[in-house]
């Protein structure tokens, strides 16, 4: 498809177990960014990749999250040892240029951890 | 103070009624500001851009004041299909998300 593709669209998993979410952008964006909403909350910045550098990497809440992209196209965001408190849904969105470029989201992957 | 504020809501209009919506932001070196619409269990969508000098898109209207840090999105004549979040959104090394505020239109 054209849009922005992420996967899995459903993650249920066990405290302490590690997951991978995987977000496929538009062909040809360079901007990829991670942000996770909470039932009823804001969209929080996590994470953002120029290419395959990440020049704002501040918003990762701690060290158990890491995000890397490959290729300039798809990225991977890697939670280890997974807390209750990491329950959210994960958006990825893409864009041509920079942060002045509009964004193109995915569907997210709802992680919910028991 | 967080990076960018937003009245939470909800706004709870009639049909035809004009809402206005603000946001600050907090990072005077921002230099593009934009309004993301999402609608419930959905991602968000580029409603508009917000220019310096103001712009206008049908119902929509944008305003931006540099000075106050200040970001404004007025709706002319609500439509029920305008219920939504509506996510104030700021960038500067990276877009910065609102928490949002909630429209909802009713007949």
């Known amino acids: 498809g054209a849009g922005v593709s992420q996967s899995p669209s459903n993650k249920v998993t066990e405290k302490g177990k590690d997951v991978e979410l995987r977000c496929d952008p538009i062909?040809?964006?360079?901007?990829l960014y991670w942000y996770r909403q909470s039932l009823g909350q804001g969209l929080e910045f996590l994470i953002y990749?120029?290419?395959?550098?990440?020049?704002?990497k501040s918003g990762l809440p701690s060290d158990r999250f890491s995000a890397e992209r490959t290729g300039g196209s798809v990225s991977t965001l890697t939670i280890q040892r997974t807390q209750q408190e990491d329950s959210a849904v994960y958006l990825c969105?893409?864009?041509?240029?920079?942060?002045?470029?509009?964004?193109?989201f995915g569907e997210g992957s709802r992680l919910t951890v028991l | 103070r967080k990076e960018v504020e937003q009245d939470p809501g909800p706004f709870n209009v009639p049909e035809g009624a004009t809402v206005a919506f603000n946001c600050t932001y907090s990072?005077?070196?921002?230099?593009?500001f934009f309004w993301y619409r999402q609608d419930c269990r959905k991602e968000p969508k580029l409603l508009m851009s917000?220019?310096?000098s103001g712009n206008e898109d049908g119902r929509f209207t944008a305003q931006l004041n540099r000075a106050s840090q200040y970001i404004s999105l007025l709706i002319r004549d609500s439509k029920l299909s305008d219920s939504a979040t509506y996510l104030c959104?700021?960038?500067?090394?990276?877009?910065?998300f609102g928490k949002g505020t909630t429209l909802s239109v009713s007949s």
């Open positions: 062909s040809g964006h360079t901007a």
């Open positions: 959104v700021v960038a500067g090394t990276a877009l910065i």
């Open positions: 990749f120029q290419g395959n550098s990440a020049p704002d």
């Open positions: 969105a893409s864009s041509l240029g920079g942060p002045e470029g509009e964004l193109f």
């Open positions: 990072n005077s070196a921002s230099q593009s």
């Open positions: 917000v220019y310096s």
